[in-house]
């Protein structure tokens, strides 16, 4: 079965970086599905974060453009989210997401993505 093992969260001072990895397994032609972030800080809904699709283009919601990058290793069955610049508002968990199409339908709609992984925190202050 898919399975979506997160790593890489931790506390951070505003201003540090983090790399968040997810590894896949299970899931066959991986690399031919769109494959993102959530996440979800306390008291507020899930929110996308970046995806991105099989031909590598990358989608990221506005308040992270341009300091994520999510990235995704073929060989390794693994997909990185680098994070800069962190924020206070960057606090919370942090999902890996598969969905089961090559193309990104949506980085909002968590309804787009089948496979989820258990998260990680990641926590700014």
């Known amino acids: 079965h898919v399975q979506l093992v997160e790593s890489g969260g931790e506390s951070v001072q505003a201003g540090g970086s983090l790399r968040l990895s997810c590894a896949v397994s299970?899931?066959?032609?991986?690399?031919?599905?769109?494959m993102g972030w959530f996440r979800q800080a306390p008291g507020k809904e899930r929110e996308g974060v970046a995806a991105i699709d099989t031909a590598g283009m990358p989608t990221y919601t506005y308040s992270v453009k341009d300091r994520f990058t999510i990235s995704k290793d073929n060989v390794k069955n693994t997909l990185y989210l680098q994070m800069n610049s962190l924020e206070v508002e960057d606090t919370a968990m942090y999902y890996c997401?598969?969905?089961?199409?090559?193309?990104?339908?949506?980085?909002?709609?968590?309804?787009?993505?089948?496979?989820w992984g258990q998260g990680t925190q990641v926590t700014v202050s």
């Open positions: 997401v598969a969905g089961l199409t090559p193309y990104c339908v949506s980085i909002y709609s968590p309804r787009a993505y089948n496979y």
């Open positions: 299970g899931y066959t032609y991986y690399s031919r599905k769109c």
